[in-house]
């Protein structure tokens, strides 16, 4: 089959989440200025750069998460892993502004090192995240959307050494959750390696 989205998809459920999928979740919290602590989970999220690293991820609306960084120019991102996916889903309660979505999901608020936002304990890494960038992306006629587009340069990451293998981040011990499209989710489980080819002129 082949659509065109403006124009409809004819299937019981929009399938567009489920094709761009697996995506990971960024757990972000934050601090207001006047010290409410918020928790959310945004699924259009991801790492999108090395030097320098930058997260990005992108707010349906002006959701509380986005007022907040708007006021402190910081965030934090957490990662979700497979034992705390109960608590992530909670924390997307939309719960009125001031009520801690921490409180709400039984998750412990500690303190991050370079930035006031709070970080997720339990969660087995962490990026702090200064604000470089906050925009409103447009439609390819220049229509602004509603989203708000948030970009973070990763200041400082925690790491629980628990999940380390020799030194390297192992992802079957730290299990991240993903989403999926409809109301699907993944851990992963499958990991394996493959290694970039290299041009031979010789061969040619
Ligand atoms: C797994 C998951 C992924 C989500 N991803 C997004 C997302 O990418 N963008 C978004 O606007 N909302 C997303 N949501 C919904 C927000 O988490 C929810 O609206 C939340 O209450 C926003 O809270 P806030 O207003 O306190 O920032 C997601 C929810 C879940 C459970």
């Not at 602590?37 to 998460?65: M, T, W």
């Not at 380390?164 to 992802?171: F, I, Q, S």
């Not at 489980?189 to 002129?201: A, F």
Request: with cysteine.
């Amino acid at each position: 089959m082949f659509y065109e989205p403006e124009s409809g998809h004819g299937l019981p459920h929009d399938p567009f989440k489920a094709i761009v999928a697996p995506r990971p979740i960024g757990w972000i919290s934050t601090r207001s200025k006047s010290g409410a602590l918020n928790l959310s989970p945004y699924s259009y999220f991801n790492a999108i750069s090395d030097h320098p690293h930058l997260v990005i991820f992108s707010s349906s609306g002006h959701k509380d998460s986005v007022a907040f960084i708007e006021e402190t120019g910081e965030f934090a991102a957490n990662l979700v892993s497979g034992n705390l996916r109960e608590q992530m889903n909670a924390s997307s309660v939309n719960a009125p502004r001031g009520v801690s979505e921490f409180d709400y999901a039984g998750l412990t608020p500690a303190p991050c090192k370079l930035i006031g936002a709070p970080r997720v304990a339990e969660a087995y890494a962490v990026l702090e995240c200064a604000v470089t960038d906050i925009r409103v992306p447009t439609d390819r006629h220049g229509k602004p959307s509603r989203n708000f587009l948030v970009t973070g340069e990763v200041v400082g990451i925690h790491i629980d050494e628990a999940i380390l293998t020799d030194g390297l981040v192992d992802v079957r011990k730290a299990k991240p959750v993903s989403r999926l499209g409809y109301m699907d989710y993944a851990t992963v489980s499958d990991v394996y390696q493959m290694w970039r080819p290299r041009w031979d002129e010789s061969e040619r």
